[in-house]
C-alpha cells in the first residue's frame, strides 16, 4: 500500500504543472488542448501496453468500469471547463478543489476503509490553505448571476471525487485500461472543440513542447499512476494530498517568473503541509511492534 500511494503521489505532483505548462501553451482552447493531451496519453498507453508481457488470461472489464473511465475523464475536464466559462476562474476553481475533501469523506463507502478524525481535520486545513491560495487571500465574492457556472464547478468536483472512489471498487481492472478511456476522451474532447471552439494551433516550437508536455504529465500520465494509486494505495491519504497541487502550481508559477512570492503563499504552504502531516499520522506514527517493546523486568 505504501508503495502505491507514492506512485499516486506523482500525480499530484505532476498536475502541479498543469498551470506553467497551460500558460506556456499559448491561445490552444481547452477541449483542443485535451484532444492533443489525451490522444498523445494514447499512443503512450498502446506503446507500453506492446512492450508489457500479456496476462495469462484476460480481464473481463464490466460495462460500468468502461463507463466510469470514461464519464471520469472527459466528464470532469468538460464541466470544469464550461465551470470557468461561465462563472469567475477563481470560485469556479475554488469550488472544483471540493473534490479531494469528497474523496476523503466518501472513502468511509469503501470496503476496507476508516474514516478517522485527522483524516477530516487535515483535509480541511488542507482546504483552508487552497482557498488562500486560489482566492488570493480571500479576494472572492459568490455573485447570483453566476450560479450556473457555480454548480457546474460542483458537479466537476463530485465527478472528479467519484471517479477516484469508484476506481477503487473495480481494482481487479488492470490500469493499463487507462488508455483506452484516454482514446475515447480524445475523440469526445475533438467533437466538443469542433463544436464550442474556434481552432488556434500551437505556434512554436515552445508552444508545442507545452502540449506534448501536457500529455506526458498533467493530462495523460498523471492518469495512469493515479488510477493505480487510488486502487491500490490509501485513498484518504492521497485525498488530503491532492491539495498540495494548487500549491505546488503556485510555487512552480513563482519559480517560473508568472507570480510573486506573497505572506498568503507561506501561510498557505503552512497548512496544506500541516493538514497532509496531520492526515498522514496513520503513517507518520506507525505501532510499535511487538518485537520492539521492551522486555518486562524478571
Not at 505504501?2 to 506556456?24: D, Q, Y
Not at 464547478?153 to 465527478?159: D, Q, S, W
Request: with cysteine; proline share 7%; hydrophobic share 55%.
Amino acid at each position: 500500500m505504501v508503495r502505491a500511494t507514492l506512485i499516486g503521489f506523482t500525480a499530484i505532483l505532476m498536475w502541479s504543472l498543469l498551470a506553467v505548462l497551460s500558460a506556456l501553451s499559448g491561445a490552444v482552447p481547452p477541449f483542443l488542448l485535451c484532444t492533443f493531451s489525451f490522444a498523445i496519453a494514447t499512443v503512450i498507453g498502446v506503446a507500453v501496453g506492446a512492450a508489457s508481457p500479456k496476462p495469462a488470461t484476460p480481464v473481463k472489464v464490466p460495462p460500468l468500469a468502461w463507463a466510469v473511465g470514461i464519464v471520469g475523464l472527459f466528464g470532469y475536464h468538460f464541466f470544469y471547463f464550461t465551470a470557468v466559462r461561465n462563472a469567475p476562474v477563481v470560485e469556479a476553481n475554488l469550488i472544483n478543489y471540493l473534490w479531494p475533501l469528497l474523496i476523503v469523506l466518501g472513502s468511509t463507502l469503501m470496503p476496507g476503509e476508516r474514516l478517522k478524525w485527522h483524516h477530516v481535520a487535515g483535509a480541511l486545513l488542507g482546504l483552508a490553505g487552497t482557498v488562500l491560495i486560489v482566492t488570493n487571500g480571500g479576494r472572492f465574492a459568490f455573485e447570483p448571476a453566476y450560479l450556473p457556472g457555480y454548480l457546474i464547478a460542483v458537479l466537476a468536483a463530485v465527478t472528479w471525487a467519484a471517479y477516484s472512489l469508484l476506481s477503487r471498487r473495480f481494482a481487479q481492472v488492470p490500469t493499463r485500461m487507462v488508455t483506452w478511456y484516454c482514446a475515447a476522451a480524445a475523440l469526445l474532447s475533438l467533437i466538443c472543440h469542433l463544436v464550442l471552439e474556434e481552432t488556434l494551433m500551437p505556434q512554436d516550437a515552445v508552444q508545442w513542447l507545452a502540449v506534448i508536455g501536457m500529455g506526458l504529465m498533467p493530462v495523460g500520465g498523471a492518469f495512469f499512476v493515479w488510477d493505480y494509486g487510488v486502487k491500490r494505495g490509501n485513498i484518504q491519504l492521497l485525498g488530503v494530498a491532492s491539495y498540495a497541487a494548487p500549491l505546488l502550481s503556485t510555487l512552480i508559477l513563482i519559480v517560473a517568473g508568472f507570480a510573486p512570492l506573497t505572506p498568503v503563499i507561506v501561510i498557505a504552504c503552512i497548512l496544506v503541509t500541516g493538514g497532509a502531516m496531520l492526515a498522514s499520522m496513520d503513517v507518520l506514527i506507525r505501532p510499535r511492534k511487538k518485537a520492539d517493546m521492551p522486555m518486562p523486568s524478571p
